[in-house]
């Protein structure tokens, strides 16, 4: 399920690290089960590792399953408290050793830095603790997404943006199944003095419910969603379904009639929210899906009757196909319609930027500064091309980065004689990198030579000269 999950094609079709990230973080799932089934210190620390490498793909995202992997060593590893406890402590500072150690390498380099993206002071840590973590989740970044809905408690739910078509489908049916494999483990096995395996299975299912709640918690109220953020938690809701399936069916082969009445409940829920999704597009196969509840249904009440064993296994597989059916014809539009979740830079014309290119290189030689720039993002071309540095006077979401008396200092001593701004109207009140107090300036004070390099007449941004 997590293969044709339609938010995992969409992401793995992107040029963002997501995929990349839920990968270590399976990893990390996977080190710590084994973990738990030897009581390995060694395996735990592993876990640790691949963690630290989820951080330092894709930073807090890769933390969220950090709890649900510690309740699971925590409460079924076959050891001491004690060493369960100085276990976990271990493998928590592995942690944070591997996910710190490209920033404190980065931090204690000699020499220039790179200015981090969203950072308002250079840091590398405050871009990854205040702009990539608290200002998405607390709204002090501006909210939205590129499949992004309102927040609240129905937010994944809803069909704005089709993160109810990319996620919520299945999200449904992984909360139906899972229930209904609670309710029959419950009743096969009670929940006391269970042997180490059921022990161990009984502590896995819970992580996995501690990482879906986490998840659905964070993403529902996130002030700042992007359908790749989703990656976090879209391993817990593929071995939820996979779990769940297979538990039922188990208890079907063991027991009969009694669990296959469950088991189409849940097999009609999951047909359900098939269809229920499908009202939300018209290119949803509604009578397809409908048609494949009422096959579910019909199976359910003609072995209900006979308790016939061998049918667990067709109750088993119609209900997988019922969940499965969906994702699979949304991932087949995603790839269909060349779809993904790629944000991009808002780059120059290639003309342009060869041509402000061969202007400033001849003109800036022993400068400090080829240029400054009030959005230095759409300059990524030009800095890979000339291999320069540029003063930018934003960050991300046009925060200013420069006072006016720094820039103006810089001006007056000859480490910057260019700047390129947009050409924006300032009026009424409105925002942006054109619109702080050095843009104004540079446009008030500069000298226009934007038809002297080259650069289109109808271009929004402006090559501006600055005398001493």
Partial sequence: SLAVLPVSVLT???????????????AALWLTVRATQSGSRRSLMLAGVALGLAFNVKLLEGLLAVPALALLYAAAAPLSRRRRALDIALGGAALVVVSLSWAAAVTLAPGRHPFPIGSVNGSVLDAMFNFNALSRVSGSLAAGGTYSAPPGPLRLLSGVGSIGHLFGAMLVAALGLGAAAVVVEWRRRGLADLPPRNRIALAFALAVLVWLAAGVALLSYVSVLHARYLEMVTPAVAIAIGCALASLVAALRAEGRARLAVLGLAAALSGVCWYTSSLASASAPRAAAFAAAAVIA??????VRRGARPVAVLAGVLALASCLSFPVHVSEAVVRGVRSDSVGLPV?????????????????????????????????????????????????????????????????????????????SC????????????SLWIRSHGIDLSAQAGIPRGLRRKLYYLPG
């Fill in 348 to 424: 120059q014309p290639r003309a342009v930027e060869t041509a402000i290119s061969q202007y400033l290189q001849p003109r800036t030689v022993g400068l400090r500064y080829e240029l400054a720039v009030d959005d230095p993002l759409g300059l990524a071309p030009l800095l890979i091309h000339d291999a320069r540095a540029v003063l930018p006077l934003t960050a991300w979401a046009a925060k200013p980065l420069l006072s006016l008396a720094r820039l103006q200092r810089e001006v007056r001593s000859g480490a910057v004689r260019y700047a390129l701004v947009g050409n924006y």
């Fill in 298 to 303: 019909a199976t359910v009440g003609v072995f």
């Fill in 427 to 438: 009026a009424h009140g409105r925002l942006g990198a054109a619109c702080i107090p050095t």
């Fill in 12 to 26: 793995s079709r992107s040029d963002t690290m997501d995929s990349l990230m839920m990968f270590f973080v399976v």
